[in-house]
């Protein structure tokens, strides 16, 4: 079974801190994804990657940054944590060729910016 | 740009009986993938189902089936003899077929199944 690890299920951070989220996935996934979930909303993408040092925006980046380094880590970064960013954030990861191929998620993380 | 609608926040189900939940989208293209993803309180999320634009019959998994309809872009989910473990948060996805778009899942606002014994 494919495994995709966040590093932390619960986090609480203050206004203006540098975030890290982490995430790691274990079958070489070329993609990999980042969402953020809120009531009412579904789940809506921030950036994803389809390779190593490889980054494209989603529908809500601003606010967020990324980084690839090595093929099974993705991390979204929080410049400058607000009170906006409180959410879920979902990581995900597929593999590159397989269109029909379903994404494979992490356990979330759940972040709170006081 | 794609968008999915779950007109149905929250739907209620008696143990043992069937429940739809629908899901409609709205896209221009002909090719593409459907896809329902549950989200049970643990968070993890599970595909339940996906479907190909391109096939006709409609994918079953089990209790789970769905009532794919494209001229209508409707993509509904259908739990047969429902059990507790059943009650989660139900999503419904979109992904195009296409290079440029290939990589992009669009998720609908969501379902919350509750199942009643």
């Known amino acids: 079974d494919v495994k995709v690890t966040q590093s932390s299920r619960y986090l609480v951070k203050r206004t203006g801190e540098k975030v890290f989220l982490e995430c790691v996935q274990d079958?070489?996934?070329?993609?990999m994804f980042w969402y953020r979930q809120d009531p009412g909303l579904g789940l809506r993408l921030i950036y994803f990657s389809y390779d190593v040092k490889m980054k494209e925006k989603g529908d809500i980046p601003e606010g967020y940054s990324v980084s690839r380094e090595k093929k099974e880590r993705f991390s979204l970064i929080l410049e400058s944590a607000s009170t906006n960013q409180t959410s879920m954030y979902l990581c995900?990861?597929?593999?590159?060729?397989?269109?029909?191929?379903?994404?494979?998620f992490g356990n979330g993380t759940r972040l709170t910016v006081t | 740009a794609q968008t999915v609608t779950q007109s149905q926040p929250e739907m209620s189900v008696q143990e043992a009986e069937t429940v739809t939940l629908s899901c409609t989208y709205d896209t221009s293209e002909s090719d593409y993938y459907l896809f329902w993803y549950k989200q049970p309180p643990s968070r993890q999320m599970i595909l339940v189902i996906r479907q190909e634009a391109y096939k006709q019959q409609n994918a079953t998994e089990n209790r789970f089936s769905v009532n794919f309809q494209k001229a209508a872009k409707s993509f509904s989910l259908k739990i047969s003899d429902s059990q507790l473990g059943d009650a989660a948060m139900y999503f419904c996805?979109?992904?195009?077929?296409?290079?440029?778009?290939?990589?992009?899942?669009?998720f609908g606002a969501g379902t919350i199944l509750r199942v009643k014994s």
């Open positions: 995900a990861s597929r593999p590159g060729q397989i269109y029909n191929s379903p994404l494979h």
């Open positions: 079958m070489d996934h070329e993609n």
């Open positions: 996805a979109y992904r195009s077929a296409a290079m440029e778009y290939g990589n992009k899942l669009v």
